[in-house]
């Protein structure tokens, strides 16, 4: 549950741990698009949020070295960054798997049996609703209704919405879906 | 302009930019607080200080609630005291408080409060969540298990001192006080060690280093005191 | 673009559209892409195009008709005899046909019937009670324009309640029309919309200190509240879809009524469909002189920006979701001072949900004696309503106020399937209750919803069947607020932990009577001491279901005694407290109620 993890008990960055952090912001084109968000914002504070978004968005997490970025740019105490980047739901510090499936737990996927989705997904996968699977492959998150609730119980797959979902097929839906990912790369 | 209002039927006159609170205090009249702290700014979030007004149907906070003219409060009903214990057991049961050996035993404001609703058992489970101790820095320390969020160390950080370096992090029961970008203490670049969000403390989360049990007294009203100095040039030694 | 431009433009688009005999409407609202509506649209195109007839057939990409249930729709609608004409084609010359659970592969049937008969194997009755006890005025362009286009919405008679203030109206007088319309917040609590824009349009800017942003040009502002966040809910996702268009000359009313320049929506980031379309909706408003500075030839100026929730609840709360505007954690703070005086960056601050933004032009252009002539004495207009659960038809519908329950489950939602009994159906989402059978025949208005222990809510309504477990409902919205509980005051923080490990312990079997005593002391506590909303309502669901619902709890409860003596030790005085650290400790293994 709660407890401090130091700074060193976190993932490491995005970039090569030896690179130097001009060097990294340099590097890495993602950074420009936080940036650009940043910028239009007027580099202002009421920013943060979107600009957090941005990162989400590019990276997949927010790591400490973005974050602390991101406070230097707006000149917000790192301890607000933080504070914000924890507070909301879809943010998250930690690198996600490959592919993402977000079951959601909205009522009427509730009353539909959406527990018993989840269930069998973590059974299958054998991962924990917030985590990763041990190869990477495979995130699982849970969502407070997408509000596709005439598709309950309904669950996402890399954004991809799968609506009426039964907890003996979902299993193999994932899996089709996980192979054909692996057959493009 | 004055404005004349009774506080448990007793008449009292306060200054109209003044709020239930501090009108309370200027007559005598003691209503319980917890985040409340003289020289930081309200945010009602204890909910401690709930009094009732004739004619509003909800209970309001008096560290944020302005006076009006002919206000009727009352701060002591038995509604009032019963919510107020429950506040505090829910508190008790949140995180680890063990008395007997936190290092503010008899100098606890938590523990004041909760002598004072006449707590002497907790109805509620007991959360028991297993919180850090941070000890990294060299003068002082933070115990999470004592923490009640009531967010005085993190304004006393952001408005007296100005170093914003401490926050809260996560939220609801998983809120957590941090430094900066939740480092250690110890590791903070942002901390001038000023000690003001230890001497805001209520209990014993935030303690100077060195203190053993039932030494630990907190200097809050020093806050008020600095606050006052600083910004109106009043020392009120 | 100023009046004149306006009409000419909506004349010409609609002399546009007379020209085409069908109109294919096909849903791209979110339930139907979910199904891969938008394939079926390019099928239709495509095999118009192969056929030639692509002059006298258009597809649109529309936004939801209602009827989730039975997505993906397709609505054909024909000018049944006669050519092209020159003017506004008459409605009753028009045939419409719905239909159901349309695949790609099904575009060459619709379009090979479009003059002849429909095709059968796909059709619904439009004359069903889904569609005919219907009254739309929110969603009456929800699955007829397409939201990507503004000319669509402008053919529809867009903007023209816009260019009327402007032109016509003084605020006061815009503020006196909404008040008489007896129009009241759609987001919840219903607070008379026009009550709240007088104040704001009153409020002196700088009666608080403030700090407006560089670069934003106001000191008032409009906030149009879109996180719908409530479970089970989509009516405000469908019209930020369907109509985008309708929300922002909503706003930009309310702006020249309250005297604001700039206004914000604040949508939830999980409806990326909804916020790609108001977007587009802004970028084209803009560029039509609709938004911006001297809009319509006139001196007003008002812009809109959007801003993205992040997976909180309790942003809903007006001073919460200024917070998160303001970049910050979204905690609520005590009100008073309300956001009509010290809103965002301590400005006068008018903050309305998208549903009664979206009622606003219509209540303009047809008067305030039009709306209040519909629902009840107290509640006017129409409530859009998310149906779903265990009902026939889930969907969304616009129902006007006053109508009963029985009407929306057993007519409009055709009833519970699989042979199932009505239980309750739940309105108001975490903050609301469960309403039982016998309140069925009440008229569903903000009054009587609260009488019976609910509340209206932004319009999740689900119904629930005899297969139902009541205290497993409360338990799954106590968790619900218990994650979503920001953690500023005591109460909801920490009573919504110990109401969820209650509920949790009858659902376990664990507890005794004395354990739903503290569960009705904690629900009073909680309900009136919290700081905001979130709290004060989270034990709505509790509180009704043990009103309607007790045997279910006591059921569950066993006489016995209770387990854990631990609790009952004294922490204050020095001695016992000591004897209690052991006992804490061998429990410490225990999951913790906060683990989701």
Redesign the interface.
């Known amino acids: 549950?709660?407890?401090?993890?130091?700074?060193s008990g976190r993932p490491a960055g995005n970039g090569a741990a030896t690179a130097t952090p001009s060097d990294r912001l340099a590097s890495d084109k993602r950074y420009k698009i936080i940036e650009a968000t940043m910028r239009r914002h007027g580099y202002q504070g009421h920013g943060l949020i979107e600009a957090l978004h941005s990162a989400q968005e590019a990276f997949g997490y927010l790591d400490?070295f973005t974050?602390?970025h991101i406070a230097r740019t707006l000149h917000l105490?790192?301890?607000?960054?933080?504070?914000v980047a924890?507070?909301y739901n879809l943010f998250t510090l930690k690198p996600q798997g490959a592919h993402t499936c977000v079951v959601c737990l909205g009522t009427a996927c509730y009353i539909k049996g959406a527990r018993e989705v989840l269930a069998a997904i973590e059974a299958e996968y054998d991962v924990k609703a917030g985590g990763t699977t041990r190869d990477n492959q495979l995130s699982l998150l849970t969502a407070r209704c997408f509000g596709s609730c005439a598709l309950a119980p309904v669950l996402t797959f890399d954004g991809e919405t799968i609506g009426k979902v039964a907890p003996s097929a979902i299993a193999q839906q994932i899996a089709q879906r996980l192979a054909a990912a692996r057959q493009t790369q | 302009m004055p404005r004349t209002l009774t506080i448990n039927g007793q008449e009292i006159s306060a200054r109209s930019d003044q709020t239930i609170l501090e009108a309370a205090q200027d007559a005598n009249i003691r209503i319980p607080t917890l985040c409340h702290l003289d020289g930081l700014t309200d945010?009602?979030?204890?909910?401690m200080c709930?009094v009732e007004v004739t004619g509003s149907n909800?209970?309001l906070?008096a560290c944020?609630?302005?006076v009006q003219e002919g206000m009727e409060v009352r701060t002591d009903t038995e509604r009032l005291r019963?919510?107020r214990r429950?506040?505090i057991e829910?508190?008790?049961?949140?995180r680890?408080?063990?008395?007997?050996?936190c290092v503010a035993?008899g100098h606890c404001e938590l523990?004041n409060a909760?002598?004072a609703v006449g707590?002497?058992?907790?109805?509620?489970?007991?959360?028991?969540?297993?919180?850090?101790v941070?000890l990294s820095h060299e003068r002082f320390g933070m115990d999470?298990n004592r923490c009640?969020?009531c967010t005085r160390c993190v304004r006393a950080c952001?408005q007296l001192e100005g170093?914003?370096?401490?926050?809260?992090?996560?939220?609801?029961?998983?809120?957590?006080i941090?430094?900066?970008?939740?480092?250690?203490w110890g590791?903070s670049t942002?901390c001038t060690s000023c000690g003001k969000c230890v001497m805001a403390c209520p209990t014993g989360a935030l303690f100077k280093q060195g203190s053993t049990v039932a030494e630990m007294v907190h200097d809050a009203e020093k806050l008020a005191f600095l606050k006052a100095a600083r910004e109106r040039k009043v020392w009120n030694v | 673009m100023n009046l004149e431009e306006l009409n000419a433009l909506a004349t010409s688009e609609r002399l546009a559209q007379a020209k085409k005999r069908h109109h294919i409407h096909v849903c791209v609202g979110t339930a139907c892409q979910a199904l891969n509506s938008e394939q079926i649209a390019k099928a239709l195109q495509a095999e118009l195009k192969q056929r030639g007839q692509r002059n006298d057939a258009e597809v649109k990409c529309v936004g939801c008709p209602g009827l989730c249930s039975l997505g993906p729709l397709v609505e054909v609608e024909s000018r049944v005899n006669g050519q092209a004409t020159t003017g506004v084609p008459e409605e009753d010359r028009r045939r419409s046909v719905l239909y159901q659970f349309v695949k790609p592969e099904d575009a060459a049937e619709i379009i090979a019937h479009l003059d002849g008969e429909p095709v059968k194997r796909l059709e619904t009755p439009l004359d069903q009670p889904f569609f005919t006890r219907q009254t739309k005025i929110v969603l009456e362009n929800c699955g007829k324009i397409d939201p990507e286009r503004i000319e669509d919405y402008i053919a529809a008679g867009g903007y023209q309640a816009l260019m009327k203030v402007l032109t016509e109206m003084t605020p006061q007088e815009v503020i006196d029309e909404i008040t008489r319309s007896g129009l009241r917040g759609r987001g919840g609590a219903g607070f008379p919309t026009g009550l709240k824009w007088g104040t704001v349009a009153k409020a002196d800017p700088n009666a608080y200190p403030t700090n407006v942003p560089e670069g934003i040009q106001s000191r008032k502002f409009v906030i149009c509240n879109g996180d719908e966040g409530d479970p089970g809910a989509f009516m405000d996702r469908s019209v930020m879809e369907g109509d985008p268009h309708r929300i922002l000359e909503g706003m930009a009313i309310a702006a020249y009524a309250v005297g604001a320049n700039h206004g914000f929506i604040y949508v939830r980031a999980e409806y990326p469909l909804a916020v790609k379309r108001l977007r587009t909706a802004i970028r084209q408003a803009q560029r039509a002189g609709l938004l911006g500075s001297g809009i319509g030839g006139t001196a007003f100026s008002f812009n809109v920006d959007i801003r993205l929730g992040a997976g909180?609840f309790v942003c809903g709360e007006e001073t919460a979701l200024m917070a998160s505007i303001e970049g910050g954690?979204g905690t609520p703070?005590?009100r008073?001072p309300f956001p009509a005086e010290c809103g965002l960056w301590g400005c006068p601050t008018l903050i309305n949900n998208v549903e009664t933004l979206a009622n606003v032009p219509p209540i303009i252009m047809k008067g305030a004696a039009w709306f209040a002539g519909i629902g009840t004495e107290k509640s006017k207009g129409t409530k859009v309503f998310a149906l779903t659960g265990q009902v026939a038809h889930t969907g969304l519908i616009e129902v006007p106020m006053g109508i009963s329950l029985r009407e929306i489950v057993f007519d409009i939602g055709g009833g519970i399937p699989g042979g199932r009994q009505f239980k309750a159906v739940q309105t108001g989402g975490p903050s609301g209750g469960c309403i039982p059978a016998q309140f069925l025949d009440m008229p569903v208005d903000y009054e009587s919803l609260a009488k019976v222990g609910s509340i209206m809510g932004s319009g999740g309504m689900i119904v629930m069947d005899d297969s139902t477990d009541m205290v497993e409902v409360a338990r799954f919205f106590m968790e619900f607020c218990?994650?979503?509980?920001?953690?500023?005051?005591?109460?909801c923080?920490?009573?919504?932990?110990?109401m969820h490990?209650i509920l949790t312990k009858i659902q376990e079997g664990k507890a005794t009577q004395r354990d739903i005593q503290?569960l009705e002391?904690?629900c009073d506590?909680v309900k009136?001491?919290?700081?905001c909303g979130l709290g004060q309502s989270a034990p709505n669901p509790v509180i009704s279901t043990l009103r309607y619902f007790r045997e279910e709890y006591e059921k569950k409860v066993n006489g016995g005694q209770r387990p854990?003596a631990?609790?009952?030790?004294?922490?204050?005085?020095?001695?016992k407290?000591?004897l209690?650290?052991g006992s804490?400790e061998s429990?410490?293994s225990?999951p913790?109620?906060?683990s989701s």
């Open positions: 549950m709660t407890s401090t993890p130091t700074a400490d974050l602390r105490p790192p301890s607000k960054v933080f504070g924890t507070f | 945010v009602g979030a204890c909910r709930l909800k209970l906070p944020t609630t302005r019963a919510y429950q506040i829910l508190l008790f049961a949140e680890n408080h063990v008395c007997a050996v035993n523990q909760a002598i707590m002497d058992h907790v109805r509620y489970d007991y959360i028991f969540p297993r919180l850090s941070d999470h009640i969020l952001d170093a914003h370096t401490i926050d809260v992090m996560g939220r609801g029961a998983k809120s957590l941090i430094r900066d970008m939740n480092v250690p590791e942002t | 909180a954690r703070r005590p008073p218990m994650d979503e509980s920001c953690g500023k005051c005591i109460p923080r920490a009573g919504t932990v110990q490990r503290i002391e904690l506590m009136h001491t919290s700081l854990e631990g609790s009952q030790k004294s922490v204050v005085s020095g001695q407290s000591e209690e650290v804490r429990e410490s225990k913790t109620a906060h």
